[in-house]
């Protein structure tokens, strides 16, 4: 049984149940299925939506400025993330706690190289662009 401590009245201790225990697991299980179904959706919005930016770029011929390179940069970015990092995370959300503790620290390594280089990428870019403008 866990012992909780009261702090709006320390005359009392206050224990938790077994039945809010089992609320508790529960409610966490059920937010962490809400998280993995978000993190698939954003996986699936963040992949369409880059792979039309890019094929739109590709096609169109007005869009071939090298103005506009920096939108397919920021897409390329955004599109690492969609397919490889948010397809870990949720990966990583399904281990249960004694996976998570083997898991390979290679990967725990990849996954925050491919974030901080997304993130410079989708930070840099619009900043780039901005000079390249000011500039002309």
């Given at each position: 049984m866990l012992m909780m401590y009261n702090h709006t009245n320390p005359t009392e201790s206050s224990t938790w149940t077994e039945s809010d225990?089992?609320?508790s697991i529960a409610f966490l299980d059920e937010l962490e299925l809400a998280e993995k179904i978000i993190l698939i959706i954003f996986v699936i919005c963040t992949t369409?939506?880059?792979t039309l930016v890019l094929v739109a770029?590709?096609?169109?011929?007005?869009l071939h400025p090298p103005n506009k390179y920096f939108v397919v940069c920021l897409a390329v970015a955004d599109l690492l993330v969609g397919m490889i990092l948010e397809p870990?995370?949720?990966?990583?959300?399904?281990?249960?706690?004694?996976?998570r503790r083997h898991?390979?620290?290679?990967?725990?390594?990849?996954?925050?190289w491919i974030d901080t280089f997304?993130?410079?990428a989708s930070i840099y870019t619009?900043?780039?662009?901005?000079?390249?403008?000011?500039?002309i």
């Open positions: 225990r089992m609320k369409i939506g880059n770029i590709w096609r169109e011929a007005s870990l995370m949720v990966y990583d959300l399904s281990l249960d706690d004694e996976s898991i390979c620290i290679h990967l725990c390594h990849f996954m925050a997304a993130l410079s619009p900043i780039s662009q901005a000079q390249e403008a000011t500039s």
